[in-house]
């Protein structure tokens, strides 16, 4: 669940549109906006691009990129958004109606669809029009609004668009995502960390990042405000997360301790080096002459023991426990000896699951005893699993 196509049709509203897709991407979504020709005739699509990242598509008939991309934004969409929508495209859905790019785009899709009118009152008052919105309805398109109110045609009544932040919220209830951690902090850590030997050498792991940037990029859709400190990755970072980049454990232990103070959660899902070498060479080790070469190694410091440490009852700390056996005995040996409240533990030697997959099968471990044992899942679904049992974690804390 990542994606949103807007499409932005021929209203006055078009311009609410904008800040519809700023807020949809300050909330981590990709946002990939479709407008039609008359939408660009009321505002820019440079405007649009600007603020998603993304180019915006316009024509059928595109003359660079996707050469189908009613097609591929069909599939790629997990919601497609229609604000505003006029009249013209509320009667082309209707009838099937697919003559320029959004109206063909909203036959092929089967992701869900939502649309928020906007027109002037007789339209919207108009027997075709209340027939049309009919059909879309018990198709099971969502209909947010209109509102009443001052028109841009100067009567007033019904017809303005709903607000950008209640067509938000209404898009965060059809994706599911109806926890919310507005106003709390969290810390997420991601990727692996990289121990220097020389200076062109490193003792590194092969933790991807994928599971910390899932787990910061559902908590911001969720409103929370995301630390995510990052070990080096390929990964884009979510939009809207702050992102702080480490290479080592050392730095890492610097940034979290620095932060960790002012966050209601920690999540450590960042595969941190246990051991560093004791000495960094400041010149490349050469081949030559050497029959091998023996490493001389000192432990790192354990981030997330020193986080137990500190732990509140009102703060959720959660570790990450990757084993290659026993993985649950392992956590709830990790869980008592670190103090943290919840352990994840994953066997990464489950084929399809683990380092650099998009998928996990993992336990979490709580510090009550109790052991949850999830199917093997994306790890975008881990996430939100992990981020709904923190918040019962969150709950139980503040009222404890
Ligand atoms: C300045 C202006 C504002 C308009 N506002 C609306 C509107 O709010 N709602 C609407 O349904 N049509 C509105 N229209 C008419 C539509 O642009 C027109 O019906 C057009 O065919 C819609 O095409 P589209 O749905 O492909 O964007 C407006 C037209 C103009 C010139």
Not at 27 to 39: L, P, Q, S
Request: proline letters at 4%.
């Amino acid at each position: 669940m990542n994606c949103i196509v807007l499409g932005v049709t021929g209203g006055i509203a078009a311009y609410k549109a904008v800040d519809l897709a700023r807020q949809l991407v300050l909330r981590g979504f990709e946002v990939k906006t479709i407008m039609t020709e008359h939408a660009t005739r009321l505002i820019g699509p440079a405007t649009f691009r600007a603020i998603t990242g993304n180019p915006v598509a316009r024509s059928m008939f595109a003359d660079e990129g996707e050469p189908m991309q009613h097609i591929s934004l069909a599939r790629e969409a997990d919601l497609i958004i229609v604000a505003p929508a006029t009249a013209n495209i509320i009667a082309k859905m209707a009838n099937g109606l697919a003559d320029d790019l959004l109206s063909t785009m909203l036959l092929a899709t089967r992701a869900p669809i939502m649309v928020a009118p906007a027109m002037n009152l007789e339209m919207w008052r108009h027997a075709a029009t209340r027939a049309n919105l009919e059909v879309l309805r018990t198709r099971g398109v969502r209909i947010v609004g209109p509102e009443s109110g001052f028109l841009a045609c100067g009567e007033e009544g019904e017809g303005r668009m709903t607000e950008p932040d209640l067509i938000l919220e209404a898009a965060l209830d059809i994706l599911g995502i109806t926890a919310s951690m507005e106003g709390r902090t969290v810390l997420v850590t991601a990727g692996g960390t990289r121990e220097p030997i020389d200076p062109v050498r490193y003792i590194g792991n092969r933790s991807s990042g994928k599971m910390g940037y899932a787990l910061a990029a559902a908590a911001r859709r969720m409103g929370a405000r995301v630390i995510l400190v990052s070990g080096p990755t390929y990964l884009q970072a979510p939009q809207g997360v702050e992102v702080i980049a480490v290479e080592t454990a050392e730095e890492m232990w610097r940034e979290v301790m620095a932060r960790e103070e002012d966050c209601d959660v920690v999540i450590m899902a960042a595969a941190v080096a246990d051991f560093s070498p004791q000495a960094r060479k400041s010149e490349k080790i050469k081949k030559d002459g050497r029959e091998g070469l023996t490493l001389e190694c000192r432990p790192t410091r354990d981030i997330l023991r020193d986080l137990g440490q500190k732990n509140r009852p009102e703060r959720v700390l959660v570790g990450f426990a990757a084993e290659t056996g026993k993985p649950v005995e392992n956590a709830v040996h990790k869980l008592h000896a670190k103090g943290a409240d919840m352990i994840v533990a994953n066997d990464v030697s489950t084929l399809g699951s683990g380092f650099d997959s998009d998928f996990n099968k993992a336990t979490m471990v709580y510090g009550d005893g109790r052991v949850i044992d999830l199917d093997l899942m994306p790890k975008i679904e881990l996430a939100a699993r992990i981020w709904d049992a923190v918040i019962a974690l969150l709950e139980a804390g503040e009222t404890r």
